[in-house]
């Protein structure tokens, strides 16, 4: 047998097998080298209570080429792309070494979603919240873990967000007052929130920028 | 103790340098025998804008590895094999240094040793080894012995004698062949060759390091060799790569820039970045005779006589403004206060420039409170202001009209050499049929191929000089450069329009002679510019008029 499909079949039914560390992996499309990995958010993270999938594709030359890897869920995070899931981990490119298995590799994911890496980011914007202001971002996170991958949310978050809407203000990680501040002005909403979230309109950066420059993005 | 070993490179260098110009001589020889005898008497005398430099082959690249090789194995009193690696990672002179100071440090970071701390635990062998780091230098004289037996170790795969192994990578139990490096990660010998052919083909990497997890031990030489048994493809791949990694690292050694060209040239003579302002390093690949490049920049070919940094310099300019340069002449005129570049796209003529708010006149470029209520018609041209205003902006145009003068001439340098070369082409198919239909032979009517070939590699010269005069200074220095130039300009276009000139069977003798006698005037003359520019940086005469890298010091100090 094809010592690739060997391999893998191996790592599939040990992923099966072992219950303990609650990490699956499942079939796509019945091909055992297109596979759909899920773990659960780390505790004592903003990902707590979330439940996270993870696209796995095989290449040809695996293990000694490493699995391409990305999330399927939306995850905010400054290593992984808010828009597109690709995630930024040495051992997916150069650090990657054929005796990690896709367990392993999961299970390193699952790590990277508590030791956020902001000074190599592959999301600038998100490690720019990270940076600015700890607290906001771990907000914002929860409350992506909350609509993205089903988390439980922080009781008394926002009131709406509960009954299924996306409260979109709470998704970029600003202050509803802000927005409303600027939407006054006579700007459409969505675009104020593109703005402020694109020049980083958070915590102590809130003083720095002044309502000049907002408006000066805003009618660009 | 590295510059002992630098001193003995030098002097190899130097017995093939001599080799390799009588051979270039003797080759040039048999080309130019038509020629007067005059024409050769500068051989075996080494101009001063050549450049000493030896091209190499593929194998003698690999020859100059081993032998590298050799020579560190011998200073450090270590196994051949056990420096491949090592000689790839560090600049030989410094390798040696730090070597003599923390072997261990050197060989951990050569991927050769392991790291203290692994060491105790996996190598039972360098049992003696895992004292604190200090120690380690007293012992010196024990290493090369462990060096030799650890590598005896590497390329000797471990037989497993007890229990079933299951390889950690296939999961193969039926797997008997397993090879392990110094660090006892034992794989199969299956997964080895897959993980060092992958390597190879597809990343195109010569640093192989050992399957496990952060594990930094390299594979050396002989261990993938063992690994890849009979894939000499991919062994030759490896060691194409080792060879590209050994030039790299080497400041010595260039590949040719030249597409799918394998050779590689050795310049020590430009091997550091300060004597580029003395010398001009064009060197030949020795594959063709149009492989010549130059070894101190990435310029991909022949821009003698002038240095780098100013050929660089130009070239850059060059890009900036040439193409821009004439649209702005032709479209737009400089606000006569702040020298902005202003546009005109419409409008009445009272211009306000946007930078300093400076209001003037667009047809005469006098200032607009003179102008009273003459709006959009303007009287007032003989006016002083206005005058002023036009001398002000005729003298910012003029730096723009220098610059243009010489990049025009750079240019139609470069133009006319294609063409002539485009011409010869007819030229060589006129003479192949009259050398059928006429008793002329072979050999008389190859002098035009001789006088297009000088032609354009004087116009490439010419073409170069124009860079150059361009940030020289003014003065004498300069009239004389330019004066060397003229001539040789002159002759140039003498002899290219020689060679233009139609041709019939009974004439061809007179043209023949004119012809020849012109090319080696038109050598003769370049040679000349050539040294004297040569020459003149290696005096540090040339002054420039911008601040060039390198010079800056120099500069300063003598104004």
Redesign the interface.
Not at chain 1, 97 to 100: G, I, N, R, T, Y
């Given at each position: 047998m094809d010592?690739r499909l060997?391999?893998v079949n191996?790592e599939i039914l040990d992923c099966k097998n072992d219950r303990a560390s609650n990490i699956q992996v499942d079939l796509i499309d019945n091909s055992p080298f297109h596979l759909k990995g899920s773990f659960n958010g780390p505790e004592g993270t903003p990902y707590e209570g979330g439940h996270f999938e993870v696209d796995i594709v095989i290449p040809d030359?695996y293990?000694?080429?490493p699995v391409k890897m990305k999330f399927i869920t939306k995850v905010y995070h400054p290593n992984i792309s808010s828009a597109s899931g690709a995630i930024c981990l040495d051992i997916l490119k150069d650090a990657w070494?054929?005796?990690?298995t896709l367990k392993s590799t999961l299970i390193s994911l699952q790590s990277l979603l508590c030791s956020p890496e902001p000074n190599d980011p592959q999301d600038a914007e998100v490690a720019k919240h990270y940076m600015t202001s700890r607290s906001s971002f771990e907000e914002t996170a929860r409350y992506w873990t909350m609509i993205y991958a089903g988390g439980p949310g922080k009781e008394g978050l926002k009131s709406g967000a509960k009954s299924g809407s996306k409260d979109e203000v709470a998704m970029a990680g600003l202050e509803k007052a802000h927005v409303d501040q600027f939407e006054a002005l006579g700007f459409d909403r969505s675009k104020v929130i593109d703005v402020l979230r694109r020049m980083n309109y958070r915590g102590a950066n809130v003083a720095k920028i002044n309502d000049d420059r907002v408006v000066e993005e805003l009618l660009k | 103790m590295s510059s002992d070993y630098e001193y003995s490179d030098q002097e190899y260098y130097d017995e093939d340098d001599e080799q390799m110009f009588d051979e270039d001589g003797s080759a040039s020889d048999m080309e130019i025998d038509a020629f007067p005898e005059d024409f050769k008497s500068k051989k075996g005398k080494q101009k001063s804008y050549e450049v000493p430099h030896e091209p190499l082959t593929q194998a003698q690249i690999e020859q100059f590895m081993a032998q590298d090789v050799e020579n560190i194995s011998g200073i450090f009193g270590v196994d051949v094999s056990i420096v491949d690696p090592l000689i790839l990672i560090l600049a030989k002179d410094r390798l040696i240094e730090k070597y003599m100071d923390n072997p261990t440090a050197v060989l951990v970071k050569a991927g050769l040793e392991l790291p203290e701390k692994q060491t105790e635990s996996s190598s039972r062998s360098r049992a003696s080894q895992t004292g604190p780091r200090r120690s380690t230098r007293r012992q010196n004289s024990d290493q090369p012995r462990s060096g030799v037996s650890k590598i005896i170790e590497r390329i000797t795969p471990p037989v497993e004698d007890y229990g079933p192994f299951v390889c950690p990578i296939c999961f193969d139990d039926t797997q008997t062949e397993t090879m392990a490096l110094a660090c006892n990660h034992k794989f199969c010998s299956a997964c080895w060759n897959a993980y060092i052919t992958s390597k190879i083909r597809t990343e195109g990497e010569h640093w192989i390091t050992c399957m496990a997890e952060d594990c930094s031990l390299v594979t050396p030489d002989k261990f993938i060799h063992f690994a890849l048994k009979d894939d000499k493809a991919t062994w030759e791949r490896f060691q194409e790569l080792l060879v590209r990694h050994f030039v790299s690292c080497n400041p010595n050694l260039k590949f040719c820039p030249y597409p799918s060209c394998t050779n590689a040239v050795s310049c020590p003579a430009a091997s550091s970045k300060s004597v580029l302002t003395t010398i001009v390093p064009i060197v030949c690949c020795g594959a063709s005779d149009s492989h010549k490049f130059c070894f101190g920049c990435t310029i991909d070919a022949d821009h003698r006589p002038v240095i780098c940094a100013v050929a660089k310099m130009w070239l850059q300019k060059c890009q900036d403004d040439s193409e821009t340069a004439n649209w702005i002449k032709s479209n737009t005129k400089e606000c006569s206060k702040c020298q902005s570049t202003i546009e005109k796209n419409g409008g009445c003529n009272h211009m306000t420039c946007k930078k300093c708010k400076y209001e003037f006149c667009w047809v005469c470029m006098g200032p607009w409170s003179e102008h009273g209520t003459a709006w959009y018609s303007c009287n007032r041209y003989d006016d002083k202001s206005s005058i002023d205003a036009r001398d002000a902006q005729s003298k910012s145009r003029a730096s723009l009209e220098r610059y243009l003068h010489y990049y025009n001439r750079w240019a139609n340098h470069e133009q006319s050499a294609k063409l002539s070369v485009e011409l010869y082409a007819k030229t060589e198919k006129k003479m192949e049929e009259m050398q059928i239909t006429s008793e002329l032979t072979w050999i008389e009517v190859q002098f035009m191929k001789k006088a297009v070939d000088e032609v354009f590699k004087c116009r490439m010269t010419l073409k170069w000089t124009y860079a150059m005069a361009y940030y020289l200074e003014k003065g004498n220095q300069k009239a004389l450069f330019e004066d060397n130039q003229r001539y040789l300009e002159n002759a140039v276009e003498e002899l290219s329009e020689l060679i233009e000139s139609p041709f019939e069977p009974e004439t061809i003798a007179t043209l023949r002679q004119k012809v020849t006698d012109k090319t080696v005037y038109v050598q003769n003359r370049n040679e000349i510019m050539l040294e004297d520019t040569a020459r003149g940086f290696q005096e540090g005469r040339w002054k420039w008029n911008v601040t060039v890298n390198g010079f800056d010091q120099a500069e300063e100090g003598e104004e």
């Open positions: 010592a060997r391999r191996k030359s293990p000694f080429q070494s054929p005796v990690l | -």
